[in-house]
Each structure stands twice: as structure tokens, then as C-alpha cells.
């Protein structure tokens, strides 16, 4: 069975920093973009960032670029978010999620209907 599991969420001050962890049960992300989303309170859920195949270029949401990093694990079977310096309006639950990708791939899409397997969430809580 193919399953994401979320890690690392949590209370922070804001300024503080959370490592987000997706890890891969069943299969491993050699062969899929990756994708972190988030849903708000009230909100729709909304995209965070991506990391390509293979070539592991990454994209991410204006609100979080420059304070959100997205990498991949030695093991191939878990992506990273680091997110530094984290502001209020960052509170959510944090959902990871794999988009099997056929062929070659230049660049990743932080678009919800383009991933195949989703996680059950993490919330991430920034408040004094």
C-alpha cells in the first residue's frame, strides 16, 4: 500500500523555524515530483512548493520564497521543508503529496490535481 506520512509539525514562535518531513511507505519517490500544500482555517488549501524527478529543481509560492526550502532525503523515501522565519499567516496544516511523473521532467507544478498520493496532514501553529 502506497502511503505519505507528514512529521515535524508543531507550536513555534514567529521567527522560529519547523523541518517538515514526508516520508514514503510502499514505494519510493525516485520516480514522482513531490509536492508540500497547506489549508488554512477558513482557506482553501493552497500550494507550497514543489521538488522535480531526478533533477530536484524546485519551485515555490511567492509567500514563502526565501524562507521555505524544499529538499529530498538520501534514502529516496522522504522530502524535507525547512521553513525558517515563520510568520503567523503560516498557520496551517501542512499536507505533502507525489505526483508520478512519466519521462522527463524540467520543472515541478505546485497544482493539487497534477499529485496522486496525498498524506493526512501536519498542523503548523505560529503564534506568541
Known amino acids: 500500500q502506497l502511503q505519505l506520512v507528514e512529521s515535524g509539525g508543531g507550536l513555534v514562535q514567529p521567527g522560529g523555524s519547523l523541518r517538515l518531513s514526508c516520508a514514503a511507505s510502499?514505494?519510493?519517490?525516485?520516480?514522482?515530483?513531490v509536492g508540500w500544500f497547506r489549508q488554512a482555517p477558513g482557506k482553501e488549501r493552497e500550494g507550497v512548493s514543489c521538488?522535480?524527478?531526478?533533477?530536484?529543481?524546485?519551485n515555490y509560492a511567492d509567500s514563502v520564497k526565501g524562507r521555505f526550502t524544499i529538499s529530498r532525503g538520501n534514502a529516496k523515501k522522504t522530502v524535507y521543508l525547512q521553513m525558517n522565519n515563520l510568520k503567523p499567516e503560516d498557520t496551517a496544516v501542512y499536507y505533502c503529496?507525489?505526483?508520478?511523473?512519466?519521462?522527463?521532467?524540467?520543472?515541478?507544478?505546485?497544482?493539487?490535481?497534477?499529485?496522486?498520493?496525498w498524506g493526512q496532514g501536519t498542523q503548523v501553529t505560529v503564534s506568541s
Open positions: 503529496a507525489a505526483e508520478l511523473v512519466f519521462g522527463i521532467q524540467r520543472m515541478c507544478v505546485i497544482t493539487e490535481r497534477r499529485y496522486d498520493y
Open positions: 521538488i522535480s524527478k531526478k533533477n530536484n529543481n524546485t
Open positions: 510502499g514505494f519510493t519517490l525516485d520516480d514522482y515530483a
